[in-house]
């Protein structure tokens, strides 16, 4: 599972990315320190909610909130309202799929 996000991970990252990056201060903070700032790690778990649903990627956004409830840096609330935010720009089947992997994962929350 990790594994599969790896490489879907890295195959986005290019040279300029990374320079961007770096030259960030929270990540610079983070490279430093060797922590990062919930903030900012709450900022890349909800983005990558919303850019899997928006990218119909069904079983990779499971294994996403699989990692994601582990971490306790957001809530299955936070989570949700991501995924319906993504409907005004990704479409209404792609929202419902999230959804229903979101439901499979927590199903005491539905």
Not at 8 to 35: A, C, F, H, R, Y
Not at 66 to 87: C, W
Request: proline share 5%.
């Amino acid at each position: 599972m990790v594994n599969k996000l790896n490489r879907n991970l890295e195959s986005m990252v290019t040279p300029d990315l990374i320079k961007t990056l770096l030259s960030w201060p929270l990540l610079t903070d983070w490279v430093t320190t060797g922590k990062i700032p919930d903030h900012l790690l709450k900022a890349v778990i909800l983005g990558g909610v919303s850019g899997l649903t928006a990218d119909h990627k069904p079983r990779i956004l499971s294994d996403w909130l699989k990692m994601t409830f582990n971490s306790d840096h957001v809530s299955i609330t936070e989570v949700e309202e991501v995924i319906l935010q993504t409907l005004l720009f990704a479409g209404f089947p792609r929202t419902i799929e999230a959804l229903t992997v979101l439901r499979k994962l927590t199903p005491e929350n539905t």
